[in-house]
Antibody
């Protein structure tokens, strides 16, 4: 059974960079068909796809966030990471990592989510 | 503003049938990309409910079913139970975004 676990600071100051890591267990991040995603949910709101990465390093980002987002993968640690720069209060959200079979596939495994608050 | 449009809320009495619609466009649902549905209970991550338009993962009751036509999709829940009270989200792929897109979510209240 694949499990995903997010980790990182729960509080980030405005204008700084939000950094989160997702550790994958019970399966290999190098599984060729899978894409590894970050999805966020603003408090009381719906889900927003942030971006995803393939173990080969190919990345795809939500155009609305593209200028501030970087997703990377570390196959040796079975982890992938999110960096979101120049954050504002509007980036306060629960951030989930999730996996999908293919870019158009459904998200079959999810982390529990981590709340990141942007505040001074 | 979500790319896929869902009603904010639906409600029904125990035992009744409800449907939740999901409307997209020619770059997502209308482009023949699959639609998937998730159930989210308070404080938890979404859970896949229907994948590939009308397929149920093991463990999901057959009271839940999905359909798709043109640029829209629907989730139907029959024999409503109190435990079905949750938020429901549709999801597809959008070729113009090159990524996943979600509906805004629908809150189901069991009266």
């Amino acid at each position: 059974q694949v499990q995903l676990q997010e980790s990182g600071p729960g509080l980030v100051k405005p204008s700084q960079t939000l950094s989160l890591t997702c550790t994958v267990s019970g399966g290999s991040i190098s599984s060729g068909a899978y894409y590894w995603s970050w999805i966020r949910q603003h408090p009381g709101k719906g889900l927003e796809w942030v971006g995803y990465i393939h173990y080969s390093g190919s990345t795809y980002y939500n155009p609305s966030l593209k200028s501030r987002v970087t997703i990377s993968v570390d196959t040796s640690k079975n982890q992938f990471s999110l960096k979101l720069s120049s954050v504002t209060a509007a980036d306060t959200a629960v951030y989930y990592c999730a996996s999908s079979l293919g870019r158009g596939g459904f998200y079959d495994y999810w982390g529990q989510g981590t709340l990141v608050t942007v505040s001074s | 503003q979500s790319v896929l449009t869902q009603p904010p809320s639906v409600s029904g009495a125990p035992g009744q049938r409800v449907t939740i619609s999901c409307t997209g466009s020619s770059s997502n649902i209308g482009a023949n990309y699959d639609v998937h549905w998730y159930q989210q209970l308070p404080g938890t991550a979404p859970k896949i409910l229907i994948y590939g338009n009308n397929n149920r993962p093991s463990g999901v009751p057959d009271r839940f079913s999905g359909s798709k036509s043109g640029t829209s999709a629907s989730l139907a829940i029959t024999g409503l139970q109190a435990e079905d009270e949750a938020d429901y989200y549709c999801q597809s792929y959008d070729s113009s975004l090159s990524g996943g897109v979600f509906g805004g979510g629908t809150k189901l209240t069991v009266l």
